[in-house]
């Protein structure tokens, strides 16, 4: 396995600008928004770690990044396995190692290893009958139930999505998209309702009357909607959010910080972020349709999918507009871990993208 040195000007520099751009807004918010400057300071010193994963896959070719995916599939069931037995445990979640200082979560890995797989299984099998679907399905399934047990239900839903963006761009046909809707439909109130746990139900059940618990199970999103509203147009400036500084809004350095940039910047800041990020996941679509290799276009498309579901799932539940899934919003909330492994995909993205012309 050789590196190779590739010319600056073969990268897509906006995707890199935008991407540096929303994770500069998320240090200046979560600069404000963590309870202590050592949580900041973490995150500070991540940074250099998630940017030197990103460059670090720059040096090596797509064929040989798309050699690591059955290993580091594999690596990822493993970890997933051993973190149910000696994991340690947050918020009712075993999702965690503890390793000193930090913590990771092999969810992470697991991310990047089910996109890979998927990828070089898929690209030469055309979805054309229901046999078409056994393999990737088996590829997916020990993935998905080992988050699903731990029990993270959002894990579980970015997993998804990132499978479906990979089938859906891999030419999914309009009856087998049909029909899987009926399937989910179906299973819903059968197979996975039945199976969360009380407090996941609970979450959706309050969502559609949050003021019928407004100190308990309603608290975090009827707050997160005060602060939000009450940052009006220009918002009350940096550090100045009496809802969020005040610790009326829980988990506002992870799950329900865009409630902390809105309060401070307004409209017009949480207007920028959304457009920020609306222009990094174009551009990542732009990205799937130019390259000219279908395990090109199934890396890309997987590591948006992802990406765009937990960044609007996460805006919609500060908005009080989906239950509460745990779910951080990507380049802005703490978590060093993520921050690393959300360089690595899109690092991955920038790689096929780079290569899509190139016989490597």
Not at 134 to 147: E, G, S, Y
């Amino acid at each position: 396995m050789t590196l190779r040195r590739v010319p600056v000007f073969a990268y897509d520099w906006v995707l890199i600008g935008l991407v540096l751009l929303i994770n500069l807004l998320g240090l200046v918010t979560l600069y404000s928004a963590a309870p202590s400057r050592m949580v900041w300071l973490q995150q500070l010193l991540a940074l250099p770690v998630a940017l030197t994963v990103g460059l670090l896959v720059q040096m090596f070719s797509r064929r040989q990044v798309l050699s690591w995916a059955f290993p580091l599939y594999i690596t990822s069931v493993a970890m997933l396995v051993l973190v149910l037995l000696v994991g340690r445990e947050i918020n009712g979640a075993k999702a965690w190692f503890d390793l000193g200082p930090v913590g990771f979560q092999p969810l992470e890995i697991a991310k990047i290893g089910l996109i890979l797989v998927l990828a070089r299984v898929l690209a030469a099998r055309p979805l054309e009958r229901p046999l078409d679907y056994v393999l990737p399905a088996l590829l997916a399934a020990p993935i998905l139930a080992l988050v699903f047990i731990q029990p993270d239900l959002g894990g579980t839903l970015v997993l998804i999505a990132g499978v479906l963006g990979i089938l859906f761009v891999r030419g999914m046909p309009m009856h087998h998209i049909i029909i899987g809707l009926v399937a989910v439909a179906l299973l819903v109130p059968t197979v996975i309702w039945p199976n969360l746990n009380q407090y996941q139900r609970d979450r959706v059940e309050i969502l559609f009357d949050l003021s019928k618990d407004p100190r308990g199970k309603g608290f975090q999103q009827i707050q997160s909607t005060i602060a939000i509203g009450s940052g009006g147009l220009m918002g009350k400036g940096f550090g100045a959010g009496t809802q969020t500084q005040l610790g009326f809004v829980p988990e506002r350095q992870t799950d329900f910080i865009f409630s902390v940039l809105a309060e401070e910047w307004g409209l017009v800041g949480a207007v920028t972020l959304l457009l920020l990020y609306a222009l990094l996941i174009f551009r990542l679509g732009r990205m799937v349709l130019e390259c000219v290799r279908m395990e090109d276009r199934l890396v890309i498309a997987g590591v948006l999918s992802m990406l765009a579901f937990q960044v609007v799932v996460n805006i919609a539940v500060t908005l009080g507009l989906a239950p509460v899934t745990g779910l951080t919003l990507p380049l802005i909330s703490k978590g060093g871990s993520s921050l690393v492994m959300v360089y690595l995909g899109l690092g991955l993205a920038l790689l096929m993208h780079r290569d899509r012309y190139r016989e490597v």
